[in-house]
C-alpha cells in the first residue's frame, strides 16, 4: 500500500489549498479514504471521511464548513480542499485507508501563518 500526499505548504490565515493523495497497492474505489492530521505536541486527529464513491461525506466539527473531501476513482486519487484556513490548522496532514490512521502515508505539511 503507497499514500503519497501532497500540496501542503505554507499559506496565510484565511488562504486555501488544495491537498492531493495518490493511492496505490489496493482497490481503491472500494475503499472508504480518510485524511487525519497532527499538529506539532498533539495527538493524531481525524478530520474527514468519504465513502467509496463519494456519495457521502463526513467531517469533524473543527473543520465542517471549511473542507472538502473528494475522490477520483478512477485515478485513484483523494483530496482535500482546505478554505478559511487558521493558524490552528497548522499539522502535518495524512490521507489513509482507516480512520484511526493505522494504515496511511508519510504526510504532506501545511503551515498557516502570517
Known amino acids: 500500500v503507497q499514500l503519497q500526499a501532497s500540496g501542503g505548504g505554507l499559506v496565510q490565515p484565511g488562504g486555501s489549498l488544495r491537498l492531493s493523495c495518490a493511492a496505490s497497492g489496493f482497490t481503491f474505489g472500494h475503499t472508504w479514504m480518510y485524511w487525519l492530521r497532527q499538529a506539532p505536541g498533539k495527538e493524531l486527529e481525524w478530520i474527514s471521511s468519504?465513502?467509496?464513491?463519494?456519495?457521502?461525506?463526513y467531517y469533524a466539527d473543527s473543520v465542517q464548513d471549511r473542507f472538502n473531501i473528494s475522490r477520483d476513482n478512477t485515478n485513484s486519487i483523494l483530496y482535500l480542499e482546505m478554505n478559511s484556513l487558521k493558524p490552528e490548522d497548522t499539522a502535518r496532514y495524512y490521507c489513509?485507508?482507516?480512520?484511526?490512521?493505522?494504515?496511511r502515508g508519510q504526510g504532506t505539511l501545511v503551515t498557516v501563518s502570517s
Open positions: 468519504i465513502t467509496t464513491f463519494g456519495s457521502y461525506t
Open positions: 489513509a485507508k482507516d480512520k484511526a490512521g493505522n494504515v
